[in-house]
């Protein structure tokens, strides 16, 4: 490789599971400036960073891959590495869902898992996870799209690649959910604070979230909400440096209580209130919170 990306260049590789929402995730990244090549065989990324590299009009570029198997695709994260060799700054975002969400999109548009064998759907889906586990694991990004609609979606996929020409830099994703829900594929920290006191229990909040002045009022009258917050706010800014230093690009942080819509919203809007002012570029995604 010859040449290296300019410094302002944006590098994105898209990936993950068959029905997880690749295709969608390209239409999101155009709307978002991105050139986006789709399916590109791993073995020709190496060219195509190069090609990126060297065109001074083209600073958002990514790639949508489908790397099911290895004959055709060959080894992606060796040439990931291969790019890391070489200086090529990218950001590597894996889409996830869960099997049940996996199993219902197969059945509904009545496409046929790549790798099914005659069996049963979830065991394709089960052997796919499995396989490709070891690149999830690489993943600087780890989209869950379950219960994402395409608006939510481009949302995710913009504050995922925020900052992605930068060195050193972070962007973090607070996500506010219930666990009647089920808990975030997504997350890198799960905080549970079903122990603190529930608004859904006072008749006159029931009815709010946690963004409504009566009900932050209520829980910031809490000693136990203040204790936490001084604990969660030390034990983040303990962290994110720590973090930062290993080359993590994007953070997860998912808080849950029982519906998501009180005391998990209202804590995700302070921490990301006081991530910002520190300088951290920070957004919160309300899961389960009803507009």
Same mark, same amino acid.
């Given at each position: 490789?010859t040449h290296t990306q300019?410094?302002?260049?944006?590098?994105?590789?898209?990936?993950?599971?068959?029905?997880?929402?690749?295709?969608?995730?390209?239409?999101?990244?155009?709307?978002?400036?991105?050139?986006?090549?789709?399916?590109?065989?791993?073995?020709?990324?190496?060219?195509?960073?190069e090609l990126v590299g060297?065109?001074?009009?083209?600073?958002?570029?990514?790639?949508?891959?489908?790397?099911?198997?290895?004959?055709?695709?060959?080894?992606?994260?060796?040439?990931?590495?291969?790019?890391?060799?070489?200086?090529?700054?990218?950001?590597?975002?894996? %889409? *996830? +869902?869960?099997?049940?969400?996996? !199993? @219902?999109?197969?059945?509904?548009?009545?496409?046929?898992?790549? &790798?099914?064998?005659?069996?049963?759907?979830?065991?394709?889906?089960?052997?796919?996870?499995?396989?490709?586990?070891?690149?999830?694991?690489?993943?600087?990004?780890?989209?869950?799209?379950?219960?994402?609609?395409?608006?939510?979606?481009?949302?995710?996929?913009?504050?995922?690649?925020?900052?992605?020409?930068?060195?050193?830099?972070?962007?973090?994703?607070?996500?506010?959910?219930?666990?009647?829900?089920?808990?975030? %594929? *997504? +997350?890198?920290?799960?905080?549970? !604070? @079903?122990?603190?006191?529930?608004?859904?229990?006072?008749?006159? &909040?029931?009815?709010?979230?946690?963004?409504?002045?009566?009900?932050?009022?209520?829980?910031?009258?809490?000693?136990?909400?203040?204790?936490?917050?001084?604990?969660?706010?030390?034990?983040?800014?303990?962290?994110?440096?720590?973090?930062?230093?290993?080359?993590?690009?994007?953070?997860?942080?998912?808080?849950?209580?029982?519906?998501g819509r009180h005391r998990?919203?209202?804590?995700?809007?302070?921490?990301?209130?006081? %991530?910002?002012?520190?300088?951290?570029?920070?957004?919160?995604?309300?899961?389960?919170?009803?507009?």
């Amino acid at each position: 490789m010859t040449h290296t990306q300019a410094p302002a260049t944006q590098f994105v590789i898209v990936t993950g599971l068959s029905g997880a929402g690749k295709s969608q995730a390209a239409k999101c990244l155009e709307d978002l400036g991105y050139f986006c090549v789709d399916n590109l065989p791993p073995g020709l990324i190496p060219k195509f960073a190069e090609l990126v590299g060297g065109s001074r009009g083209l600073r958002k570029a990514a790639l949508v891959l489908d790397i099911r198997g290895e004959e055709i695709f060959g080894d992606l994260l060796g040439q990931l590495q291969l790019l890391k060799d070489n200086g090529v700054g990218y950001r590597l975002i894996f %889409l *996830d +869902a869960s099997d049940e969400v996996l !199993v @219902r999109r197969f059945s509904e548009t009545r496409r046929k898992h790549p &790798l099914a064998d005659g069996g049963r759907l979830i065991d394709s889906i089960t052997h796919e996870r499995k396989e490709l586990k070891p690149v999830r694991d690489a993943a600087d990004v780890i989209i869950d799209t379950s219960a994402l609609t395409l608006s939510a979606l481009k949302e995710k996929l913009g504050h995922a690649v925020a900052g992605s020409s930068g060195e050193n830099s972070m962007t973090v994703s607070v996500v506010a959910f219930g666990f009647k829900h089920g808990v975030p %594929l *997504d +997350a890198d920290l799960v905080f549970d !604070v @079903r122990f603190l006191p529930n608004p859904n229990y006072v008749a006159e &909040l029931q009815a709010l979230d946690g963004t409504h002045p009566k009900v932050i009022a209520f829980l910031e009258d809490v000693d136990e909400v203040r204790d936490f917050k001084r604990e969660l706010y030390r034990f983040v800014d303990f962290l994110l440096p720590r973090f930062m230093r290993e080359g993590k690009a994007h953070l997860t942080i998912a808080i849950g209580c029982t519906g998501g819509r009180h005391r998990s919203v209202y804590l995700a809007n302070d921490l990301v209130a006081r %991530l910002s002012k520190a300088g951290i570029q920070a957004f919160v995604e309300r899961r389960d919170a009803k507009e």
